[in-house]
Structures are given as C-alpha cells and as structure tokens.
C-alpha cells in the first residue's frame, strides 16, 4: 500500500519557470512533511518541510503548499535553475512511533530544468 | 558533504552469499536509518537504531539484520542474497530519536549476480 502518492514522475521546466511537484497522503495522522532532494551519485537532502498547522512554508526559490482537507501538499520551486535538475522525494512521518519510525516517501519526480 | 560516511560505495556479489554494508553517522548523531532505494519501490524504510538499541523496523526481511555499535557506527547485515535484492541501500543519521532532520550518506550500490 502507497500511502504517499507523488506525481509527476519526470518533469521538464524552462530555466526560469516555475517547477511543481505534487504529493497526496492517505494517513491522517501524518504531522510532519518534508521533501528531500537527490542529486545523482548522492543520498537524499533535506529540502524544506512542513508540518499541517500552516497552509504554506517558504525558503528562498522553495515553497511547501499544504492542504490539509484534501490530504494533498506540494513543492513549488520558483525561476528554476539547471542546477535545480535533480530528483524530488516528499515524504511524511507518523508521530505514533515518536518520530522512531522511518519517513513514508513518495516515488520521487525527476526534474529537468533545461537551459 | 552530509557527514555521513557509507562504505563500500559498490558491492557485487552472487546469489546466496552474504555482506556487510557499514555506515558512520555524522559526529554527535546517536541514530541511525537504513534504507533501500530501488526503481520499483522507491526509498523504503528498514530499521532504525539509536544508541545502540532497536528502535523501529519497517519492511525489513528476515535475510537482512542490522546492529549499531558503541562507537555508533552500524553495520546492515544482508545474507541468502538474492537478484531482487540489488539495490542502493542508504544510512541516515538525527540527533535524536526523531525521524526529522535526517542526514543521508551517498549510499552502497549492491549487485547480485
């Protein structure tokens, strides 16, 4: 059972544009979402991450918007840069296990951002 | 840099045998995650130790076993190996007990021929 479904799988950006990747949850009781990021050769970066009391989370180009009711939050990366081309996990966490438990992750998008 | 050290960066082997994936977290971290990354399956959870002691298991198989030594480094035990289990298999490490903020190694390429 995937409980945190991502889309979309690959995705090509104009340098400059605006990058969305989308991600939907099943667990409710998911209180902390963050994505990570994945350069080849690399293990996974933490990005930027949210947790359900805020609707939107920003960090420089980097934007988190969550919407709780529709179990649903993505990443928007704005004026894309090559240097963005990488790949994009979200991912959620289950306070059941006092944060002990490992990160749900998504599939993961591939972004190329082209020159 | 993470900070977190994996070794070795590349393993192939055959079916049947055994290896040793080891990981160092980052200075001061007392838990450590492994992962296994594959096309299929994407990055899913296996075990978790902190400071020595189990503190969780995901979808680990009963070939694969993991322990965190008091120097906290742990090692990733994967025996009666098979095709499928060719993968990336990455360590995390946190401060603390908390899945939050982890910090990943650059991972162990395992082939099973």
């Known amino acids: 059972q995937q409980q945190v479904k991502q889309s979309p799988q690959s995705l090509i950006v104009q340098k400059g544009g605006i990058s969305i990747i989308n991600c939907a949850y099943e667990?409710?009781?998911?209180?902390?979402f963050p994505w990570y990021q994945q350069f080849p050769g690399k293990g996974p970066a933490l990005l930027i991450a949210?947790?359900?009391?805020?609707s939107e989370k920003k960090e420089g180009r980097f934007t988190i918007s969550f919407n709780k009711s529709a179990k649903q939050f993505s990443l928007h990366i704005m004026d894309s840069q090559p240097g963005d081309s990488a790949t994009y996990f979200c991912?959620?966490?289950?306070?059941?296990?006092?944060?002990?438990?490992?990160?749900?992750f998504g599939k993961g998008t591939h972004l190329i951002i082209q020159p | 840099d993470s900070g977190v050290t994996q070794t070795p960066k590349h393993l192939i082997t055959a079916t049947g045998q055994r290896v040793t994936l080891r990981c160092s977290p980052r200075s001061g971290d007392l838990s450590v995650y492994w992962y296994q990354q594959s096309l299929d399956q994407g990055l899913q959870f296996l075990i978790h130790y902190y400071n020595g002691e189990e503190r969780a298991k995901g979808n680990i198989l009963e070939r694969f076993s993991a322990q965190q030594f008091p120097d906290l480094h742990s090692e990733l035990n994967l025996s009666s190996l098979e095709l499928g289990d060719s993968a990336l298999y990455f360590c995390?490490?946190?401060?603390?007990?908390?899945?939050?903020?982890?910090?990943f190694g650059s991972g162990t390429q395992l082939s099973v021929l």
């Open positions: 949210i947790r359900p009391d805020v």
């Open positions: 995390a490490s946190s401060v603390g007990t908390s899945n939050e903020k982890l910090f």
């Open positions: 667990n409710t009781a998911f209180d902390y």
């Open positions: 991912a959620a966490s289950d306070p059941a296990g006092g944060g002990a438990d490992g990160l749900t």
